[in-house]
């Protein structure tokens, strides 16, 4: 098992992570810092606990944001009409029998 020294609002904390995602966790903690320092500065000096609080809401508020977003485009795109392969076939089976009968036609004159 991995782990990996991140800072988050000026502070280091050990994590523990699986080996090879050291550079992942890491850049989620960068995420999370500057989440952190944003609602820092809005809010001001609330502790560091109650700013940890609330960072994690506002990140959760975003995921959630993005996964309603997600759904709202993956509905659209189940609503595109699928290619019309009917005429597809028909127009293939159209070429076939003009084929056949200029098969025919060529046999016929031979």
Request: overall charge negative.
């Amino acid at each position: 098992m991995g782990q990996v020294t991140v800072n988050v609002n000026g502070r280091p904390y050990v994590v523990g992570c699986e080996d090879g995602q050291e550079a992942h966790v890491e850049s989620l903690a960068h995420a999370f810092d500057q989440q952190v320092r944003e609602v820092g500065e809005q809010v001001g000096n609330v502790g560091e606990l109650r700013l940890f609080l609330m960072a994690a809401l506002v990140a959760s508020d975003e995921v959630i944001d993005a996964r309603a977003r997600l759904a709202d485009a993956q509905e659209k795109i189940a609503r595109v009409p699928s290619p019309d392969t009917s005429s597809d076939t028909r127009a293939a089976e159209a070429v076939n029998a003009a084929a056949a009968r200029i098969e025919a036609l060529v046999e016929g004159m031979e």
